[in-house]
């Protein structure tokens, strides 16, 4: 009720509705009218709640961080979608009509940026991955997708890079689409589809080889596979390419890397000449090394970064996203306490990878590989990136500027800045005090349009 209450506070759209069903003799035809209109509201898409497209929107809190430091006494002017002006509130007064929104005690922040997602995933304590991609159908990983959609706006992640599919095709490219007309809430979507592997890399792997199963990814060897598999991949609706330049296929199951430099240097190339990024999934030490060699935008994981690799990666530009949650979120599915248990081999490994990043000044994006853990709880990698040694506000760059950046999108998002879409979120409290103010959000603003505000 909370919510809904805040909506009507900010538009007159219910008015005609609430006239007619206090004003109408409520006979039993009238009872039916009415039954209908409250199920009419009741499926009204939250984004409908935009912006008046003929006002100005005064939005003010007590602290404002722009996507690089933080402010106190300033506030946003928005029009329609788009960001106006940011300064001290009293300068922004000028402008007719305006309406206000005031949110006292919080914090305004550039709607986060999820780097690192799975939408077409869930938590692998409710279904391990190989059971997802085997035995769900892909009906039912499109409506699993929807919910977790609306969780991560919700959660304040106004944009998310959703890094594959994992064996459901295109179907990021409907979700982008449902999510651009407005038929369901989400965010804004930078897609991989189907992601690239070396053939016999990838999973799942079934005991009888006979069967020819479904992959997780896209199958390609060599410069001409790989160039034919990104250009379909493309021309399908990848907005990016992501690669697996190692994985877990050498002997005893060991990570050894699966493409050669030679290799990734022309993926990196064909992609790069169509205005598109490679980013590589990567964790062994001469994976990542043969992808920064090669140019891609970002390395996933990361896991066994050396200070050779890290040197590389500072030279050719190359940013780590480090995906923290997952080797916590596995563990804690395998009986794993980090209340009471020490760290196991992988997260310590983990910890002093990015420890490493942080000194010899690799650019860190923001991302956790939600997916492996429930959408909507993605400010825990936030809040393990303060925990491993980053400061808050450098983790909030991470989530904000930083990714706008590193993908691409600085014209548009991760800053309230003068000109870029209107991505607001506010939070209770001071998340440079404590990161985890991050979890308390109470406003939700993308492209313009009011989603939460309680």
């Known amino acids: 009720m909370q919510k809904w209450g805040g909506l009507l506070r900010q538009t007159n759209f219910f008015l005609p509705f609430v006239w007619v069903i206090f004003h109408v003799k409520p006979n039993r035809m009238n009872k039916k009218a009415i039954f209908s209109i409250l199920i009419l509201l009741l499926s009204v898409p939250t984004g409908i709640f935009a912006n008046p497209k003929d006002s100005f929107l005064l939005i003010q809190a007590d ?55 799975h939408l077409l995933l869930h938590a692998y304590n409710e279904t391990k991955w190989d059971d997802q991609v085997l035995h769900e ?21 106004t944009t998310v890079r959703d890094l594959g599919t994992e064996g459901a095709g ?7 689409t449902a999510i651009e007309k407005n038929i369901i809430p989400g965010p804004r979507m930078i897609i991989a589809t189907k992601a690239i592997v070396a053939t016999g890399s990838y999973g799942p792997k079934l005991e009888n080889t006979s069967h020819h199963t479904i992959k997780g990814a896209a199958e390609a060897d060599g410069v001409e596979g790989l160039t034919r598999e990104a250009r379909t991949q ?54 990542m090394k043969r992808a920064a060699e090669a140019g891609v935008a970002s390395i996933e994981h990361g896991d066994y970064g050396s200070a050779e690799v890290y040197d590389i990666m500072v030279r050719n530009k190359v940013a780590l996203c480090a995906t923290l949650s997952a080797p916590e979120a596995s563990a804690s599915y395998n009986g794993w306490d980090k209340k009471t248990m020490p760290p196991t081999t992988r997260i310590i490994q983990k910890k002093k990878s990015f420890k490493l990043a942080l000194e010899k000044g690799v650019t860190i994006c923001f991302g956790g590989d939600v997916g492996v853990f429930p959408h909507g709880d993605n400010a ?42 209107a991505d607001i979120i506010a939070v209770e409290g001071n998340p440079i005090e404590n990161i985890s103010a991050v979890r308390n959000i109470s406003f939700v603003m993308k492209n313009g349009s009011i989603h939460l505000n309680k």
């Not at 690089?68 to 007064?93: D, F, P, R």
């Not at 295109?170 to 982008?176: I, N, P, Q, R, S």
């Not at 699966?258 to 169509?274: A, G, I, P, R, Y």
Request: charged share 25%; aromatic share 6%.
């Open 63 to 117: 602290r404002l961080f722009d996507g690089e430091e933080m402010h106190t006494g300033w506030g946003i002017l928005v029009y329609q979608n788009k960001i106006v002006a940011v300064g001290e509130t009293s300068t922004l007064l000028s402008r007719s009509p305006l309406k206000r929104i005031e949110l006292k005690g919080k914090t305004l922040l550039p709607g986060l940026i999820e780097g690192h997602s």
């Open 137 to 157: 159908s892909e009906a039912e990983r499109i409506v699993r997708a929807v919910t977790h959609a609306k969780a991560t706006l919700m959660a304040g992640f």
């Open 170 to 176: 295109y179907a990021d490219v409907g979700l982008k």
């Open 234 to 287: 493309m021309g399908n609706g990848a907005d990016l390419i992501k690669v697996y330049a190692d994985y877990r296929w050498g002997l005893n199951d060991s990570a050894q890397p699966t493409f050669t430099l030679d290799e990734l240097k022309t993926l990196v190339s064909v992609v790069n000449s169509s205005g598109r990024q490679v980013v590589a999934h990567a964790s062994t030490e001469e994976g």
């Open 380 to 421: 825990r990698e936030m809040e393990l990136m303060v925990e491993y040694g980053m400061k808050p506000v450098e983790v909030l760059k991470s989530a904000t500027s930083v990714n706008a950046d590193v993908f691409g999108f600085r014209e548009q998002i991760g800053r309230l800045k003068t000109g870029l879409l």
